[in-house]
């Protein structure tokens, strides 16, 4: 019995590639047949399903401290009801962006959205295009 001459296994039908008859198997009769130089060694790695890139918003410490001061809370009664460590707040407050976990916990106490999903892939630039002026004769 030949041997599939793509892939190895059993062989079940032939095809015929340019014009040779070529024992393969079932699978292999199903796919087209590529010449042996395009195969390539390595098959790529699916690509992960769309990832979102997480990103604080910018204004995070502004709107922290918004809230804070809207709810009429000092940095250490803040902290105490988010159970975060009083230097936290103060250094938020300063501009310190925390981990996402925090974030999120901000997020979840002060009921706002503070993190921003925006795809990772980067938006194409637009191509920028060439305006030639081509010259104009006049025949008269
Ligand atoms: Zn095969």
Do not use: H
Not at 23 to 51: I, L, N, Q, T
Not at 95 to 106: A, L, R
């Amino acid at each position: 019995m030949a041997e599939c001459e793509l892939c190895g296994k059993r062989a079940e039908t032939t095809v015929e590639i340019e014009g040779a008859k070529v024992s393969v198997c079932y699978k292999c009769a199903g796919e087209r047949p590529k010449p042996a130089e395009e195969r390539k060694p390595f098959k790529r790695m699916p690509r992960m399903p769309e990832e979102l890139e997480q990103a604080v918003v910018e204004n995070f410490s502004s709107l922290v401290k918004a809230k804070r001061e809207n709810m009429r809370l000092t940095q250490k009664e803040f902290s105490g009801k988010i159970m975060e460590n009083e230097n936290v707040i103060k250094r938020i407050e300063e501009g310190w962006i925390p981990p996402f976990e925090t974030v999120k916990k901000f997020e979840r106490f002060l009921k706002m959205k503070l993190i921003e999903k925006s795809p990772a892939v980067q938006l194409k630039r637009s191509k920028q295009e060439r305006i030639t002026i081509g010259d104009v004769v006049e025949i008269k």
